[in-house]
């Protein structure tokens, strides 16, 4: 068996967003604590450029670090795919619906979303405009659609309760333009906001407040426990977010990465 020390954990996990920082942090140090050898991957400053590289690149880039198994929540798949072809475990911090021997993704966000469902229609008492924003724009694996289809699902036994889907792509600067042009279109100001992420929230918070459709009676939800939102919550902009804590999804993920690594046998799912 391969000492510990001897095992090297590429992490692809890039700082673009405030959870995604919590959840590097939380895997660099898991990493550590086992006695492993991490290997952070920066390969290039955003997502939305490394899913526009050449993926034979990208692959050849990481098979020159010499990995026993790669932790990340933004390689293109077609790159994860070239990893597993070569007998490389990944450990994927997004949902994802494929399958493989090597491949773990993780599950879970759907019912994050229906519990905010819930919270949204006990706010409303049942009547009210709902709006649902995020999802189904980025070129990576992860669009979203489990979190929109939880929170559709979960009002569907409120028929007073209208609810609409804005797409927008994850990070805050990039989704703020877009939701603000989307919300132009609305007659009225809605009365619930669903942000499938905080960063998400609070962008259609600022976006509303902008174009005057944010009343005191708007109720702003997200999912994460991002410090930005849990700020807002303490300010009254925000009511409430989903926690899926970071420090326990990185420590799931890097006992998953161990058993890879040594071959032993490993589940190819993971749970908030």
């Known amino acids: 068996m391969k000492p510990l020390s ?11 967003d405030p959870f995604w920082v919590q959840v590097r942090e939380a895997v660099y140090e898991a990493v550590r604590r086992k006695g492993m050898t991490l290997v952070p991957l920066e390969l290039f400053e955003s997502p939305q450029m490394l899913v526009t590289q050449d993926t034979a690149g990208i692959a050849d880039e990481l098979v020159a670090e010499n990995l026993d198994v790669l932790v990340s929540q933004e390689i293109p798949f077609q790159v994860v795919q070239q990893m597993l072809d070569r007998g490389l475990p ?11 021997p090597l491949f773990v993704s993780l599950q879970g966000l759907e019912q994050a979303a229906w519990m905010v469902g819930d919270c949204v229609a006990k706010a409303l008492h049942g009547r009210g405009k709902a709006l649902c924003v995020g999802g189904l724009l980025e070129p990576g694996e992860d669009k979203g659609i489990s979190r929109i289809r939880g929170f559709v699902d979960s009002l569907r036994k409120y028929p007073d309760i209208a609810v609409m889907h804005y797409p927008a792509y ?16 609305l007659d009225s100001p ?34 994460n426990g991002d410090p930005l939102a849990l700020a807002a919550i303490s300010d009254g902009t925000m009511v409430a977010t989903v926690e899926t804590s970071a420090a326990v999804m990185a420590n799931r ?5 161990l058993k890879a690594a040594l071959g032993e046998p490993f589940p190819n799912v993971y749970h908030h």
């Open 170 to 185: 994850w990070r805050y600067e990039n989704a703020l333009p877009l939701i603000e042009s989307s919300l132009k279109g």
């Open 190 to 223: 809605p009365d619930a906001i669903f942000g499938i992420s905080d960063s998400l929230a609070l962008a259609a918070r600022d976006a509303a407040q902008k174009l005057g459709l944010l009343t005191p009676e708007t109720v702003v939800f997200g999912i």
């Open 253 to 257: 993920a890097v006992d998953i990465a």
């Open 90 to 100: 990944v450990i994927y911090f997004s949902e994802s619906e494929r399958r493989h």
């Open 6 to 16: 001897e095992i090297r954990v590429g992490t692809l996990l890039g700082p673009h």
